[in-house]
């Protein structure tokens, strides 16, 4: 027999704790039910090596309690994924949270049951029904996994990024294939390269990487932000990603600066590390020139650090930077200076198959003994849909986004009432601080809860009118910038079949003070009954 609870909650990542704990200051009955063994989510599966944020520690973290704020300490300004994960053990066990987490389970559907206003919700460990469902699911979770031919014929072994074994894996003399040159690949190259005999990097497309400049967290620094913890994650609010307003955002236009002016800010914030550098000139994602500006610098970095000619002009991207998630590194370029790492150009030949041996590209087979897929994900909508929700009138989610994904605000989908997506497309999303992001989806989700018990309501639905419109408002707004203008994750390019929408929307603050707007106007948009 199903068990009945106001809320159920799918994952248990940092956007499903912080759910249960605000549905519990609600008085509700909720429950999160993780595929994973423990809490974490994407910090929970990401073991590969090197594995690390790229929002600086003392901003990657939440904001909703001033202790936990004040009790925790990072070592590092780009904590790793170890230290992540021990940070979201420490919020399930310092808020009780594991008592209403329902561990190695997976959902596998959800029905909408119209007379009830309540979903049936399928689990492989047992059946629930709750009033509301949150798919806090994580928007880089659902793995791509390639599919070239002769896979199943290697004899060495194969590991993906995003799935990495927790006991680790040692290359030491090994032979060993890194099949994507995306973020996970950059941080896991260079550690990978100082194990393995010798190490194949097969690439497509190069990615623009910037340092990271980490290291141990400046005691001071830490005090310097704990002292105004407040003041901190206000002005982050204000920022297009939620972060970083500690190095500020340049108002100032690249194409007006002089080359020497324009060099001079491009070192500064390349000496600061991370993504202090996209903050350079304000009209770098919207001006293709001051992107271009931008990008050569990046190719000049890049050309002067690699010694072989070669090898660095296909490592420079023709893209414009942050078309694509840029990436920080720590040692990814001076790599390629070693005498055992190689470089295969793999855009005009392509992998053609694996082997028993190895793989071949260009008909040239490269003989392994291990083969490391760094492919990424199925972005934002990929693990959504691996749940089979059923709305109204048993209308499934693939047929709502067969064209790609309807919301409105990224927060409902019309015809699945009660159902909220945390973090998905339509929202400012993976162009954040994902922990800004989270806790402004979650506060929303739980005020909007409260509001319905409050009235005497049962259930909250995005019109078709209001998602159709904010759909098209995205598409405007990124169309606006440089975002949409290379085959990258945010529009779903690298699934074969996956529609290619443009997800996520630019511009974190002017996002959440529509949000704000909408429930202060009674939740225009949505019908609540």
Not at 42 to 52: D, I, L, S, V
Not at 84 to 107: E, G, K, N, P, S
Request: with cysteine; aromatic share 10%; net charge negative.
């Amino acid at each position: 027999m199903a068990q009945e609870i106001d809320a159920l909650v799918v994952g248990a990542g940092f956007g499903g704790l912080y759910l249960l704990h605000r549905f519990r200051a609600l008085g509700l009955s909720a429950v999160a039910i993780e595929t994973g063994s423990d809490v974490g989510g994407t910090w929970y599966w990401n073991r590969y090596p090197g594995a690390r944020c790229d929002v600086e520690s003392v901003e990657y973290s939440f904001s909703f309690d001033e202790d936990l704020q004040q009790e925790w300490h990072w070592s590092e300004r780009y904590a790793a994924q170890p230290e992540i994960l021990a940070y979201a053990r420490h919020v399930a066990d310092r808020f009780d949270l594991r008592r209403d987490i329902r561990f190695d389970t997976r959902v596998l559907g959800a029905d909408w049951d119209d007379a009830a206003h309540r979903w049936s919700v399928r689990t492989d460990a047992g059946d629930w029904t709750a009033r509301f469902v949150v798919m806090a699911t994580g928007t880089l979770t659902a793995v791509n996994r390639p599919d070239f031919p002769g896979l199943g014929e290697f004899t060495g072994a194969t590991y993906h990024t995003a799935r990495w074994p927790e006991a680790g894996v040692d290359f030491t003399g090994q032979r060993v294939a890194v099949i994507g040159t995306g973020s996970s690949a950059i941080q896991a190259i260079p550690i990978i390269a100082e194990q393995a005999a010798e190490l194949f990097v097969f690439q497509r497309t190069p990615t623009y990487s910037v340092p990271a400049r980490n290291g141990p967290l400046d005691p001071a620094e830490e005090a310097a932000v704990k002292a105004d913890y407040a003041g901190l994650r206000m002005r982050d609010r204000q920022m297009p990603g939620g972060f970083g307003s500690r190095f500020g955002w340049n108002d100032a236009s690249a194409v007006t600066a002089t080359p020497e002016e324009r060099d001079a800010e491009y070192e500064r914030r390349w000496q600061i590390g991370g993504f202090a550098y996209l903050g350079a000139f304000s009209d770098t994602i919207i001006d293709p020139v001051a992107n271009e500006h931008a990008s050569e610098f990046v190719r000049r970095k890049i050309r002067e650090t690699v010694h072989d000619p070669a090898t660095a002009e296909l490592l420079c991207p023709t893209q414009p930077i942050a078309c694509k998630r840029m990436c920080l590194d720590t040692g990814y370029y001076e790599t390629f200076n070693r005498p055992t790492v190689h470089l295969v150009d793999v855009s005009a030949a392509p992998i053609e198959r694996m082997t028993a041996a190895g793989l071949i590209a260009g008909g040239v087979e490269h003989a392994v003994d291990a083969i490391v897929f760094a492919t990424g994900f199925d972005a934002m909508t990929g693990a959504v849909m691996a749940v089979d929700l059923r709305g109204r009138s048993g209308v499934s989610i693939h047929d709502a986004w067969a064209a790609g994904p309807v919301n409105y605000l990224g927060l409902m989908v019309p015809g699945f009432p009660n159902l909220f997506v945390l973090t998905g497309p339509g929202s400012p999303s993976v162009l954040t601080n994902m922990i800004v992001s989270i806790e402004e989806h979650v506060d929303w989700i739980t005020d909007a809860i409260a509001r319905l018990r409050d009235g005497g309501l049962e259930t909250i639905e995005a019109t078709p009118e209001a998602a159709d419109a904010w759909v098209e408002y995205v598409n405007l707004v990124a169309s606006l910038t440089l975002y949409p203008s290379c085959n990258s994750w945010y529009l779903g390019a690298n699934v074969p079949g996956k529609p290619r929408v443009f997800m996520p929307l630019p511009g974190l603050p002017a996002y959440v003070d529509k949000c704000n707007e909408v429930a202060r106007n009674g939740y225009e948009g949505f019908s609540l009954a």
